[in-house]
């Protein structure tokens, strides 16, 4: 009889659940991509239903149910830390109160009474399950395990080593010195969103100069050689506060934070730029302590920072470990995935199973439609489709893309992680100089500066790309190899930049020459392999722009419909779902089309 588990992460943000099945993950979804509520924090009972229905068992059949932390551990920090900022922290101690009273510190009573379940439930810490989320799904027998992300319960840093089905914890940073928690800081401070707006600051750094790095290193942080560090709190008010800074801090860097969408100027770049420089030095400061530590080969990595793909390139062109496998689900709802896989090899004390790549299938492991399930629902909808032969829809969609026009792909599962990686995108020709400000403006609806992801056929990517190693996850970015670059004229800085082409893939080419890079090899997506074969057979190009499927303020698009209609309300020219092809000229209005795009970018 098989032994399945549940995996759940939730009440934080980006909510998520994952089965497993003997061991082997079958379906993980976010809670985002069915309530269309971005990040969702909320219980993930609609990822949950997916998951079961995949499998097609009831909530009984389950053996475990594991949840990604320890909600008493977490309270406890909580409680602690707001007595030792008291009074000052009260009204952040007001704000939380409610909700752990009502709901999270009984959380066994709450997984049991949502899912009509009565059998066993475990409770992972935060960091264990971010571990084993890195380092079980990875091909590696043994590797050390870096884990870094704002906090978990006190944790806010973890290492350790892997070997077989066993984990052993070696060291942690505590609250509230925190590599995320800094990132976050100064991601509220330049005017973004704190855990969403994040890879906003990674993306803006490169327009800007390291000139507060000094700072950063003399005033906030005390930061040894092996990694680990100490913030002065008196720059920060997370701990007793409703914000992330303080007036120290913005004494310090000369202002109070950026409004929100106001004008992005050079101090912000330079900012954005000074810490992500910063959090550079400390993922290989701590790198390298641990490969010296433990004597591994191998490197796992997991936590919202290991979402830092800049930091990722960084630590991968630094060669300090052999091989490096990243979780593509990184953050908080790869919590879900690693809290199931800890339960079935640490609790349970199960062997693994190895694979060449790794177990996580490409993670293409949310919901799927047919070919015939597109068809009802367009019938029905009212659209105007041809369906068509595989082969015939990929020579469809590169005709398109080789003649500049952009388009929709929706092609078997969704993809599990921040990531569109082939299954839900928007796709583009990357040598066309128009393209990033035309996706950027006329279909995501968002900040100008954002730079786009090449997808690129593997066997090909050190044609372009100064990188010796697959990227099937986009968690890597590396530089444009300098035969393909261009030079702009002298004295252009900043967002400038981006009028400019500056190589001759230019839609993909940030203005420090970089990019963040997916590698295809057609194991876990031959269609995807098979569109970008056929776009070199008929450009010489293989590679193209992957961007995700949605507008700006929105998750990436789970269902037809949700794709259809993204569609409509943008200037993409085609849409492909499995084996159907709509053209954006055939169509009838979209009804509530302009309701909806105002709503779209209203965020």
């Known amino acids: 009889m098989a032994t399945y588990i549940l995996g759940i992460s939730a009440f934080y943000h980006d909510s998520a659940a994952c089965l497993i099945r003997d061991g082997v993950i079958i379906a993980a979804a976010q809670e985002e991509r069915f309530s269309r509520i971005k990040n969702d924090e909320r219980f993930p009972i609609n990822s949950i239903s997916y998951c079961l229905s995949h499998a097609g068992i009831e909530s009984s059949d389950l053996s475990i149910v594991a949840f990604y932390d320890k909600p008493l551990l977490k309270f406890e920090r909580i409680l602690e830390t707001h007595l030792a900022f008291a009074p000052s922290s009260l009204a952040s101690f007001l704000k939380a109160m409610p909700v752990w009273l009502k709901e999270k510190l009984w959380m066994e009573d709450t997984l049991k009474r949502q899912l009509g379940y009565q059998g066993e439930v475990i409770f992972p810490e935060h960091h264990q399950s971010h571990a084993a989320s890195a380092f079980y799904p990875s091909p590696f027998e043994r590797a050390a395990v870096l884990t870094i992300d704002g906090v978990g319960e006190w944790a806010t840093t973890s290492w350790g080593i892997g070997h077989g089905h066993h984990l052993e914890s070696h060291g942690e940073l505590r609250f509230p010195h925190s590599v995320g928690l800094l990132y976050s800081a100064f991601t509220y401070y330049t005017g973004f969103r704190v855990n969403s707006g994040e890879y906003k600051v990674m993306g803006l750094a490169p327009y800007g100069r390291p000139i507060y790095k000094t700072l950063i290193m003399d005033h906030l942080l005390d930061l040894k050689e092996d990694g680990s560090f100490r913030m002065d709190m008196r720059y920060f008010n997370y701990c007793q506060g409703l914000t992330?800074?303080?007036?120290?801090?913005?004494?310090?860097?000369?202002?109070?934070?950026?409004?929100?969408?106001?004008?992005?100027?050079?101090?912000?770049?330079d900012l954005a730029r000074s810490v992500q420089e910063v959090v550079e030095e400390i993922v290989l400061r701590m790198a390298r302590h641990i490969k010296n530590t433990s004597g591994e080969k191998n490197l796992c990595l997991a936590g919202g920072v290991a979402l830092n793909c800049v930091a990722n390139g960084k630590l991968q062109k630094e060669k300090i470990f052999d091989q490096i496998w990243i979780q593509p689900a990184a953050g908080d709802a790869g919590g879900s995935l690693g809290a199931a896989l800890f339960a079935w090899h640490a609790h349970l004390g199960q062997e693994r199973t190895f694979y060449k790549e790794d177990s996580q299938l490409g993670s293409y492991l949310g919901p799927s439609y047919s070919t015939e399930d597109v068809l009802k629902w367009a019938t029905e909808f009212g659209a105007v489709f041809q369906e068509l032969s595989e082969t015939e829809i990929i020579r469809e969609a590169v005709n398109f893309l080789a003649s500049g026009n952009i388009g929709g792909w929706f092609s078997g599962r969704m993809e599990f992680g921040p990531r569109a990686l082939g299954g839900r995108s928007i796709l583009g020709d990357a040598r066309n100089a128009d393209m990033q400000y035309s996706l950027n403006m006329r279909i995501k609806f968002r900040e100008s500066f954002r730079p786009f992801a090449p997808i690129c056929l593997e066997e090909d990517v050190q044609q372009y790309f100064d990188?010796?190693?697959?990227?099937?996850y986009m968690l890597m970015v590396a530089p444009i190899v300098k035969q393909r670059r261009l030079t702009p004229p002298s004295g252009i800085t900043g967002l400038d930049l981006l009028k400019l082409p500056l190589s001759d893939i230019p839609a993909v080419t940030h203005v420090d020459y970089s990019a963040r890079i997916q590698t295809v090899n057609g194991q876990f997506n031959p269609r995807l392999y098979g569109l970008l074969t056929e776009f070199k057979l008929k450009t010489g190009s293989g590679i193209l722009v992957n961007t995700s499927f949605n507008v700006r303020g929105e998750p990436i698009v789970s269902t037809p419909e949700e794709a259809y209609r993204c569609f409509m309300r943008t200037e993409m020219d085609f849409l492909v779902i499995e084996n159907v092809l709509f053209k954006k000229g055939e169509q009838p209005k979209l009804k509530n089309m302009d309701q909806t795009h105002s709503e779209a970018t209203s965020h």
């Open 244 to 269: 992330m800074t303080s007036p120290h801090f913005h004494r310090l860097f000369g202002g109070p934070p950026r409004t929100p969408d106001s004008e992005i100027t050079q101090r912000t770049m």
């Open 467 to 472: 990188l010796d190693t697959p990227s099937p």
